[in-house]
């Protein structure tokens, strides 16, 4: 069809484009992420992901030392999210991981378990996910 080398480039970057948009479209249907670092050196049970509006809870294995998960929750009102793990030394724990969550968000929450009990939690919020496919890796 396109015989000339300039063709064949527009043919490419033509397919190249279609499929980032296809996947900036298919991230913001997921929703915001939870992405949970577990950095301490005891292993994390009972996790889950509780979206407070609409009470929608997600389990999550347990977490060994070093794991990560990324968990995508779709709110169906602004609503905040929550963390709920039992550390290792069997007390539960809540931490909230997005203050206010609202549909079609495409947030990312990254919680990191460290050591000694405590946990850091950074929450960013944007508008259209145009980070593409590398949102899911």
Not at 45 to 69: C, F, M, Q, T, W
């Amino acid at each position: 069809m396109f015989r000339s080398p300039v063709g064949r480039l527009l043919l490419g970057f033509a397919g190249l484009c279609l499929f980032y948009f296809l996947g900036v479209a298919l991230r913001q249907l997921f929703g915001s992420c939870v992405d949970i670092r577990n950095a301490s050196t005891e292993t994390v049970r009972d996790v889950s992901v509780k979206v407070e509006s609409g009470g929608k809870i997600y389990d999550v294995p347990n977490l060994a030392s070093g794991d990560h998960r990324r968990i995508y929750v779709r709110p169906q009102a602004k609503s905040q999210i929550t963390l709920k793990i039992t550390d290792g030394t069997n007390r539960p724990r809540d931490i909230m991981v997005f203050d206010g969550a609202q549909p079609g968000d495409c947030g990312i929450s990254m919680v990191t378990i460290q050591p000694g009990h405590s946990t850091v939690s950074e929450e960013f919020h944007h508008p259209v996910c145009w980070k593409s496919w590398l949102e899911f890796m």
